[in-house]
């Protein structure tokens, strides 16, 4: 089992930058892919972002593409996403998970509680 937990979250204004973290309380976040989502009110969850366990590779939706940025630091445990000239159509909730592969969309075995992202116009 796997405990993901995410920090960062806030309220801002559009433009701004944020950048969410993301960790696992009882085991290695490195051997496996990481992963960001978001759920949007009255919207189903959507892909963000993804990285390989070596950080090598990485995909992002096209929506945040050239905005937001994933990174991990294996040796400290833990998976950011640097958001940057956030819009109000960011707004959602931003999950943290873990699974087997990075590729576009990946299915997720782990998950985390969520972390509140609203930007304000």
């Known amino acids: 089992q796997l405990h993901l937990v995410e920090s960062g979250g806030g309220m801002v204004q559009a433009g701004s930058s944020l950048m969410l973290s993301c960790t696992a309380s009882?085991?290695?976040?490195?051997?496996?892919?990481v992963g960001w989502f978001r759920q949007a009110p009255g919207k189903e969850r959507e892909f963000v972002s993804v990285?390989?366990?070596?950080?090598?590779?990485?995909y992002y939706a096209d929506s945040v593409k050239g905005r937001f940025t994933i990174s991990r630091e294996n040796a400290k445990n833990m998976v950011y996403l640097q958001m940057s000239s956030l819009k109000p159509e960011d707004t959602g909730v931003y999950y943290c998970a873990a699974g087997p592969i990075a590729i576009m969309d990946p299915a997720m075995d782990y998950w985390g509680q969520g972390t509140q992202v609203t930007v304000s116009s």
């Open positions: 009882e085991r290695y976040l490195s051997t496996y892919a």
């Open positions: 990285i390989s366990w070596s950080g090598d590779s990485t």
